[in-house]
Every structure is written in C-alpha cells, then in structure tokens.
C-alpha cells in the first residue's frame, strides 16, 4: 500500500504540472488552447504508440470509446481554455467537482449504493466550488469552462468504471489519446501559432507529464483498491496551488482557501469509508 500511495502522489503531481505548461502555452495567444490540447493528446499518443498491439486501434470504431474520448477532449480543452485567464488553483478547485458528479453518476446510472452522508458531502463539495468560484464577488466567465471540465471529468470517471472490462487500460488510453489527436487536428492547424522553441517545450512538457500521470495512476490502481486511493486524487489541489503562486506568483485569498478547504474534506471524506452505506445484515 504505501508504494501504491507514493505512485499516486507522484501521478497528482505531474498532471498539474502538465497543466502548468498548458497555462504558460495560453497565456501567450487566446487561440492556444486548441492547439495545446491537440499538442497533449498528440504527444502521448505518440509515445503510448510504441506500447500496445497494432490490433488495439481497432477500439477507435467502438461507439463506447468514441463518447469516453469525446468527453476526454471536451474535458481538456475546457480545462486550457480555462486556464488562459483564471488562476491555476482556482480551476483545480472548480475541476473538482468531477469526482463529487461521477458519484452521482454512478448512483442514477451503475446503480452504486449512497448514503444520506455522502449525499451532504456532494451537496458540501459543490458549495465549496461556488466559494471558490467568486472569492472576490467578480466572475470570469472562463470560470465556466472549468465547470465545464469538471462536469467532463465526472462524466469521464463513471465511464471509466463502466467501461473497464473493454480492454486493458494501456490500450484505453492510447486510442482515446489517439482519437482526441485526430479530432482536434483541424481546430490546432486553424489556430496554428509561430512555433517556438518555448512553445516547442511547453508542448512537450505538457504531453509527457499529463500521459505520464496517467500512465502512473493505472500502476497505482493495480497495486490498491480505488477506494483506497481515491482520497490522493484531491492532492492535484495543492501542488496546483503551489505551481500558481511561484509559476505565476497567484496565491489564493483567504476565502479562496477555504473553498479549497471545504472540497478537500467532502471530497476526501465521499472517497473513505466514513461516507460508505453500511451493508445490510442478512
């Protein structure tokens, strides 16, 4: 268990990171979010091409993979163009509203069991995003574009689990990555930039470390239960939060903070068993 926690941690901390150098790449143009996103899903794809059977490319004509990677791509471009104007931490905070949906999700759809606990912390978690949402009584409509991602990301998490027999993760996320590259390709080449060696980079970093995150939270799943595990998921607010303030010298404000507070313990308390229904005797 603890070398599936340690796994974990280092896989929370490389998809902020990715999503550092997203920011940095939006920051430069408010057209590169499509092209960032396309640069993400085309390098790990990539790279994830040289590790699955040719014969794995044949799930890009399931229907089922097609919506979970349209989530997928909807998801990310949301999150970047997010991003390009509204701090870091503050988008993690409104992205993680993800996994307090997919609870519901899962409930309406895979018939999971809930309990009137873990109902309130829901209730609690989405409280803590409008906290976060409006700190100072102002509203970025970017703002929307990370609920928007967040809501993709709930959607994303209940498809996971529905979907997990298909084929083996590896082979999940390289056609999903693949069919995100090809989707996005005409929205990169319209908004195609000055390419850089800065911009090079960025693009780089961001692709590796988000498909290496991925790649560790597989690893990190196989050696624990999710149940286990998914407490960690809400560690990406705190190194997101740190890369704001020396990234982009962006600390949250005291009421930022305690929306962030405030979705770290419902989010963390819905994951552990405190908030799970109790079995039925019989």
Same mark, same amino acid.
């Given at each position: 268990?603890?070398?599936?926690?340690?796994?974990?941690?280092?896989?929370?901390?490389?998809?902020?990171?990715?999503?550092?150098?997203?920011?940095?790449?939006? *920051?430069?143009?408010? %057209?590169?979010?499509?092209? !960032?996103?396309?640069?993400?899903?085309?390098?790990? +794809? #990539?790279?994830? /091409?040289?590790?699955?059977?040719?014969?794995?490319?044949?799930?890009?004509?399931?229907?089922?993979?097609?919506?979970?990677?349209?989530?997928?791509?909807?998801?990310?471009?949301?999150?970047?163009?997010?991003?390009?104007?509204?701090?870091?931490?503050?988008?993690?905070?409104?992205?993680?509203?993800?996994?307090?949906?997919?609870?519901?999700?899962?409930?309406?759809?895979?018939?999971?069991?809930?309990?009137?606990?873990?109902?309130?912390?829901?209730?609690?978690?989405?409280?803590?995003?409008?906290?976060?949402?409006?700190?100072?009584?102002?509203? *970025?409509?970017?703002? %929307?574009?990370?609920?928007? !991602?967040?809501?993709?990301?709930?959607?994303?998490? +209940? #498809?996971?689990? /529905?979907?997990?027999?298909?084929?083996?993760?590896?082979?999940?996320?390289?056609?999903?990555?693949?069919?995100?590259?090809?989707v996005l390709l005409p929205f990169a080449v319209w908004n195609w930039p000055g390419i850089t060696l800065e911009l090079g980079f960025l693009g780089a970093v961001s692709g590796i470390a988000s498909m290496a995150g991925n790649l560790l939270l597989i690893m990190a799943y196989?050696?624990?239960?999710?149940?286990?595990?998914?407490?960690?998921?809400?560690?990406?607010?705190?190194?997101?939060?740190?890369?704001?303030?020396?990234?982009?010298?962006?600390?949250?404000?005291?009421?930022?903070?305690?929306?962030?507070?405030?979705?770290?313990?419902?989010?963390?308390?819905? +994951?552990?068993?405190?908030?799970?229904?109790?079995?039925?005797?019989?």
């Amino acid at each position: 268990m603890p070398r599936a926690i340690l796994i974990m941690l280092v896989a929370m901390s490389l998809t902020p990171l990715g999503d550092t150098a997203g920011k940095l790449m939006t *920051d430069q143009s408010a %057209l590169l979010p499509f092209f !960032a996103a396309w640069s993400r899903f085309t390098v790990g +794809a #990539l790279i994830l /091409a040289f590790f699955v059977r040719r014969a794995a490319y044949k799930l890009l004509f399931d229907w089922r993979i097609i919506a979970r990677a349209s989530i997928l791509v909807c998801g990310i471009t949301s999150i970047l163009t997010a991003l390009s104007t509204v701090p870091i931490a503050t988008v993690y905070a409104v992205f993680f509203i993800g996994p307090l949906i997919s609870y519901i999700l899962a409930v309406l759809f895979l018939k999971e069991p809930i309990g009137g606990l873990r109902l309130a912390l829901v209730a609690g978690g989405f409280i803590g995003v409008v906290i976060v949402s409006q700190p100072q009584g102002q509203f *970025d409509p970017n703002l %929307l574009f990370a609920v928007l !991602a967040g809501l993709c990301y709930g959607v994303f998490l +209940a #498809l996971s689990r /529905a979907l997990s027999e298909i084929a083996p993760p590896v082979e999940i996320a390289a056609t999903q990555l693949a069919y995100g590259a090809f989707v996005l390709l005409p929205f990169a080449v319209w908004n195609w930039p000055g390419i850089t060696l800065e911009l090079g980079f960025l693009g780089a970093v961001s692709g590796i470390a988000s498909m290496a995150g991925n790649l560790l939270l597989i690893m990190a799943y196989a050696l624990a239960p999710a149940t286990r595990l998914a407490p960690f998921v809400y560690f990406q607010i705190v190194i997101a939060t740190i890369s704001g303030a020396v990234v982009f010298d962006d600390w949250p404000n005291m009421l930022s903070w305690t929306g962030i507070a405030v979705i770290l313990l419902c989010g963390g308390l819905s +994951a552990s068993r405190v908030s799970r229904p109790k079995a039925q005797p019989g």
